[in-house]
């Protein structure tokens, strides 16, 4: 162990299962639902140089399912102590992947779902059935408030390796009591026939396979250019710790930049802090579905073990992930998180006309960390590259499987796009809230929104062609919220006004946002009451600690309200603060036969990009590459 941020090891996980169920806290009803690092405050962290002995906590949310309740326990492993041990009233957490896997085997052996399969389809066996867990989601009724539920999606293999969401069972939603396993009711919607064609996808079931591709390998002689001690990376003037947990996934922390020697905060933790997938169609079988990726299923959960050749190309540094099972077992997903370097194309040049032989050139390479989750059909790509420019990117690669619906003969739905005979592809959103800590140069900051504006005609304007950027101090929280303008060009800028850089202006970074869009339900639709981070694009918070979800801690079947828009109403100062950029984004999924049956990688993302942080291009000492002879005669001869 080297550093505080580091996630719980195995053996810690281990460790804190023990004090648990030594201080009864584990009965034979009760799940582990998270077990994650309880972070040491930032002052702390701060304060900790190598060496410095460790703070150890753990923190753990547990659900009682014969209680119906949700405690909370804060663990020192340190002192081998249970801290804490709360109830919370009324929450439903993240459903554990071992009630995802329970519930799909309580829906395939429930009479009443064998007698729906029966009456609808004619299916005797339903060993070919395939039951997707779907979040219930609260619509207002007394059942959303005081059970825990899922409305599974389900489907129909034609032999057991097939793609068999090309074959959905699109009439019957099972409700199903997550408490007492078991399926309250079948809901039926009408009835409409299986789909006829295979939407495969394997290897093995998409020959023949093109054959005109040669060998692509990425050589490093020397090995890459990072160094790794336990989570801490160094990689050129970067440095940060790798972090990992069952809610985020994926988590960096301390990213940092060495300048000439000084090492210069930038962002102190970064995360996708949630999720959500909502679904256009009105279709009483369609209109529940939306999925909160992370606060519902767990990112880290549904994260990956990646495999080299396959997922990554190079000379890799893989990470596993540690987690724990529902019923207290540590378990690793090997290569949870990748991490590579890349050439990016050329970083800059110029030629000087007047010494045409003398080009300079120089090379990008970028560091690459990333993570991909499946989350039941759907796959997405985390991804984060440091530059050598200073710039630090993040996307988010969507790819799987898109959700489907049955059609009858001939039928077209306007919610949605016809892939296959009788198969749609439901209109859909993605919208994700990413939550960037950010201590530019030091912990208290200031945030500017940026508007391009054109200056009115007249006599300070006879060329009618001046326009300026309008820096708008965000004083409270309050004022805060804004979205994208393409009108003005809108961006954002984090400075420290404490520090200023070469040319006497406060050092600062801007966000840069990528693609976006709106939501386009109703504000009263009853996804979006407990999604309040669609709100806006972006927000700016004043640091909390327990300010990590954008949807609140249990968005799982809630009622609403809480996370980012119930945190702004204190309308905190944002002044020379410790500042959180909260970053809403999201995608229009308007779906294409080219989506199917795999859908190709579709990319969204946000660019943090130095601005007056360092006092030129930081880049100007990257060495020119060595020139090479040519393998492949020119050809425009
Ligand atoms: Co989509």
Redesign the pocket.
């Known amino acids: 162990m080297q550093h505080p941020l580091e996630p719980l090891t195995p053996r810690e996980i281990q460790q804190t299962v023990r004090l648990l169920q030594e201080a009864g806290h584990l009965t034979s009803t009760t799940r582990v639902i998270s077990m994650s690092l309880l972070e040491p405050p930032k002052e702390w962290v701060y304060r900790f140089s190598q060496g410095d002995p460790l703070i150890r906590r753990a923190f753990v949310v547990l659900f009682d399912n014969s209680q119906n309740a949700c405690y909370e326990a804060t663990l020192c492993l340190d002192t081998q102590r249970v801290i804490t041990h709360t109830h919370i009233p009324g929450v439903q957490p993240t459903m554990s992947m071992d009630e995802q896997m329970e519930c799909e085997q309580a829906v395939l052996q429930s009479e009443k779902f064998r007698s729906a399969l029966r009456k609808n389809y004619g299916i005797e066996d339903p060993s070919l059935v395939m039951v997707d867990i779907w979040s219930a989601g609260n619509y207002g009724s007394e059942e959303d408030r005081t059970l825990r539920l899922a409305r599974p999606l389900c489907f129909l293999r034609s032999d057991p390796t097939d793609n068999g969401y090309a074959r959905p069972l699109e009439g019957i939603r099972p409700v199903v009591d997550l408490n007492e396993m078991r399926v309250l009711r079948v809901e039926e919607h009408g009835h409409w026939p299986i789909p006829p064609q295979a939407g495969n996808y394997a290897a093995e079931r998409t020959t023949p396979h093109r054959t005109d591709i040669r060998p692509l390998e990425i050589v490093q002689p020397g090995g890459p250019s990072f160094d790794v001690d336990g989570n801490c990376v160094h990689w050129q003037n970067w440095s940060f710790v790798i972090g990992f947990n069952g809610r985020e996934g994926l988590v960096l922390h301390q990213v940092c930049y060495n300048d000439l020697g000084t090492v210069r905060p930038i962002l102190y933790r970064a995360s996708l802090s949630e999720m959500v997938v909502p679904y256009g169609d009105p279709a009483p079988q369609q209109a529940r579905k939306n999925a909160f990726d992370a606060g519902e299923y767990g990112l880290g959960y549904c994260t990956n073990s990646l495999e080299l050749g396959c997922d990554c190309l190079g000379v890799i540094r893989y990470f596993d992930g540690h987690l724990c099972t529902s019923r207290g077992e540590a378990y690793t997903t090997k290569n949870a998180i990748c991490m590579h370097e890349e050439d990016f194309g050329i970083l800059w040049k110029h030629t000087d006309r007047r010494i045409p032989d003398q080009p300079e050139v120089r090379r990008s390479r970028r560091l690459v960390v990333s993570s991909i989750v499946t989350v039941e059909n759907y796959e997405y790509g985390f991804f984060w590259y440091l530059y050598q420019d200073g710039n630090i990117q993040f996307e988010i690669k ?1 790819t799987g499987i ?1 959700s489907l619906g049955a059609l009858h003969p001939g039928e077209r739905s306007k919610f949605g796009a016809l892939i296959a005979p009788q198969l749609y592809a439901p209109n ?1 959103q ?1 919208f994700f809230n990413m939550r960037l800590d950010l201590d530019i140069d030091g912990v208290e900051n200031c945030a500017y929104q940026l508007d391009v504006v054109a200056d009115p005609p007249g006599p300070q304007n006879p060329y009618e062609n001046a326009f300026a950027a309008v820096p708008q101090l965000l004083k409270t929280e309050l004022s805060a919220g804004a979205h994208l303008n393409l009108e003005t060009a809108r961006s954002w800028k984090f400075v420290n006004p404490n520090r200023c850089n070469a040319v006497g202006e406060p050092v600062g970074y801007r966000f840069l946002p990528g693609d976006n869009c709106v939501p386009f339900a109703s504000k009263n639709a009853w996804w979006r009451k407990r999604a309040g981070f669609v709100d806006y694009h972006v927000w700016v918070t004043h640091h909390h600690e327990d300010e990590r979800h954008a949807a609140g801690n249990y968005p799982n079947q809630s009622s609403g309200g809480d996370g980012l828009p119930r945190w702004i109403q204190e309308d905190r100062s944002l002044v020379n603060q410790d500042l959180v950029l909260w970053y809403t984004f999201g995608h229009t ?1 308007l779906a294409r036969p080219e989506d199917y049956p795999v859908m190709p990688m579709a990319y969204l993302g946000f660019l943090l990009k130095p601005s007056g942080f360092f006092s030129q291009n930081p880049a100007n000492d990257v060495p020119p590459s060595p020139k090479k002879l040519a393998t492949l005669p020119c050809c425009n001869t």
Do not use: A, E, K, S
Request: net charge neutral; no cysteine; hydrophobic share 40%.
């Open positions: 969507l898109l859909h993605h999924h």
